[in-house]
């Protein structure tokens, strides 16, 4: 009875043990809205709106985390863009967010010169939206561990677009088979790496890094281009042409911005 009642237990803890490995394990969905801005005036309904009213609003409906980027000042789409990145921990958090605001008085209060904003006076000129799911190398968002002035950060947002699927899906292999881990060790402080599932550019890949300054950015570019694991790794036949064009963003987080 006894050595029954031992199985029994060693079953349960095993089960748990699964189980609590494949929870640490799910994959974060993350939605990064593009807000394509036309003057400074909509850019401050902007950031009134996701300051006062949508990222309280999303921490209220448990998302603990917002990030909100813009071009930094050499870009040339420099006050054009406002980026917005929100993760969840699943899709139909996603697809569930929209009904919750709606039910929120506070958010529909506070945010009410966005929301009723009128035809001839909108707060951006257009808004396109990438949804991703987390790469299993880092299936769960990252804080930033600079602790810098925000201004003066250097977030780098890459999109690596591949001609056909097999071989995006080979990039998305090489990042999480050695190219994520480089990025670690040199410091890169990466936020997310997200497999794009809906989106303008598609197949595509996203993520991005982050850096002290400009001078930091391009000295870990260099230190990357001259890593040994690095070298050992981009000559591989298997990924050989996985990127056919790469669209870097060059950035910098709101002062409100979470991340």
């Known amino acids: 009875m006894k050595t029954r009642n031992l199985m029994s237990l060693g079953f349960i803890a095993l089960c748990f043990f699964i189980s609590s490995n494949l929870l640490a394990q799910k994959r974060d969905f993350y939605e990064l809205r593009t807000y394509h801005i036309e003057t400074a005036e909509q850019e401050a309904m902007l950031d009134e709106y996701l300051e006062k009213a949508f990222i309280p609003a999303a921490h209220r409906n448990g998302i603990a985390k917002v990030g909100v980027f813009k071009p930094i000042a050499s870009e040339p789409d420099a006050g054009k863009k406002v980026y917005l990145f929100i993760p969840f921990k699943s899709m139909d958090g996603i697809l569930g967010l929209a009904a919750k605001l709606a039910k929120d008085q506070t958010y529909q209060t506070s945010g009410s010169s966005y929301i009723n904003a009128a035809f001839d006076k909108p707060p951006y000129k257009r808004m396109e939206t990438s949804i991703m799911q987390s790469?299993?190398?880092?299936?769960?968002?990252?804080?930033?561990?600079?602790?810098?002035?925000?201004?003066?950060?250097?977030?780098?947002?890459?999109?690596?677009?591949?001609?056909?699927?097999?071989?995006?899906?080979?990039?998305?292999?090489?990042?999480?088979s050695g190219e994520m881990d480089i990025f670690e060790k040199l410091n890169y402080s990466p936020i997310f790496y997200g497999e794009t599932i809906?989106?303008?550019?598609?197949?595509?890949?996203?993520?991005?890094?982050t850096h002290?300054?400009?001078?930091?950015?391009?000295?870990?570019?260099?230190?990357?281009?001259?890593?040994?694991?690095?070298?050992?790794?981009?000559?591989l036949a298997e990924y050989k042409n996985t990127v056919s064009r790469n669209d870097t963003r060059l950035l910098y987080p709101a002062e409100y911005s979470d991340l």
Do not use: I
């Open 198 to 209: 809906a989106g303008a550019n598609m197949p595509n890949l996203m993520y991005m890094t």
């Open 135 to 176: 790469m299993t190398g880092q299936p769960k968002f990252a804080e930033s561990k600079l602790t810098n002035s925000k201004k003066d950060r250097v977030y780098e947002l890459r999109s690596y677009e591949a001609a056909t699927e097999r071989l995006y899906k080979q990039k998305v292999k090489m990042f999480n």
């Open 212 to 235: 002290e300054n400009m001078d930091v950015r391009n000295a870990h570019w260099k230190a990357f281009s001259a890593d040994p694991d690095w070298a050992g790794m981009k000559d």
